[in-house]
């Protein structure tokens, strides 16, 4: 397993990245999780619009900083290690947000930390990823005539100069692989759900994890479940970003609490959808 050579500090760092100054104890952090071949950075610019927040990336094994350390291509060691790095405590509030690959490693986190009888997120918070319910044993990328090349030029995201560059596509890929086998290989439905409100965001252009996949997610929690919908594919552009970066800052800048902000006026681009379920 990667790191366990290493101090505590060390794999912290490795793990956890902070692209600000830490803020006052006692203030929620928000552990964000990337999306399969993605890295930490895509958050960099997250901490000047979450100000009151503290926000930390999530950086996986395999890639970045880290890309010659062996990849985790399986769910339950992956979120193992992420545990013992985490050493989570009462005294420090945390929520998770994750996109795509990364909207089920926080969740399946909130599983083995409740199960584990340690302090959980104070709330979850997921993209483009469907319901974990809804998972059948097939994937989109499985199978394919065009291979996972066809899957990544088919998803967008991935940029231009990438897809043109035979070596960055190489590069690419196999992470990539690695990070889909860590879904396709978790079949993991839990007898008890989890306490803690989930706020879905979905893109309503995503092939993948559209509207009608997104709200599958309320399924997951006992607490309350709001989802906003945003004009988007699977890959937020910049101002379906920035009202999702907004939606989390309202709603941990107020007390933990098993509800969430209003419906949007008409008109900002984006529509929610509300649901509080009893405890």
């Not at 999306?35 to 997250?46: P, V």
């Not at 985490?86 to 986190?109: I, K």
């Not at 809804?134 to 991935?158: A, K, P, Q, S």
């Amino acid at each position: 397993m990667s790191g366990t050579a290493r101090t505590s500090t060390e794999r912290e760092r490795l793990w956890l990245k902070r692209f600000a100054a830490p803020l006052p104890a006692g203030a929620t952090k928000l552990l964000c999780f990337h999306y399969a071949g993605g890295s930490a950075g895509i958050f960099r610019h997250w901490p000047a619009l979450l100000p009151s927040v503290e926000v930390i990336g999530v950086q996986l094994p395999g890639r970045a900083d880290r890309f010659l350390e062996e990849r985790h291509a399986r769910m339950d060691p992956l979120v193992e290690e992420l545990i013992d790095v985490l050493a989570p405590s009462p005294e420090q509030p945390f929520a998770c947000y994750g996109s795509s690959m990364g909207a089920r490693v926080a969740w399946a986190l909130a599983h083995a930390l409740r199960d584990r009888e340690l302090p959980g997120p104070r709330a979850l918070f997921v993209s483009a990823s469907g319901g974990p319910a809804l998972d059948d044993g097939n994937w989109l990328w499985e199978d394919r005539d065009d291979g996972l090349e066809g899957y990544v030029r088919e998803m967008g995201g991935t940029p231009p100069s990438v897809l043109a560059e035979a070596s960055l596509l190489a590069a690419l890929l196999p992470v990539l692989e690695a990070d889909l086998t860590v879904l396709s290989t978790h079949d993991f439905h839990p007898e008890v759900l989890l306490d803690i409100p989930i706020h879905a965001f979905a893109g309503e252009h995503d092939p993948e994890s559209g509207p009608d996949r997104m709200q599958a997610w309320r399924d997951e929690t006992t607490a309350a479940f709001s989802m906003e919908v945003l004009p988007c594919g699977h890959f937020f552009d910049s101002a379906s970003e920035a009202k999702v970066i907004d939606s989390i800052g309202r709603t941990l800048d107020g007390p933990p609490a098993h509800t969430w902000p209003s419906v949007p006026p008409e008109g900002t681009g984006s529509r929610s959808i509300n649901e509080g379920v009893a405890t």
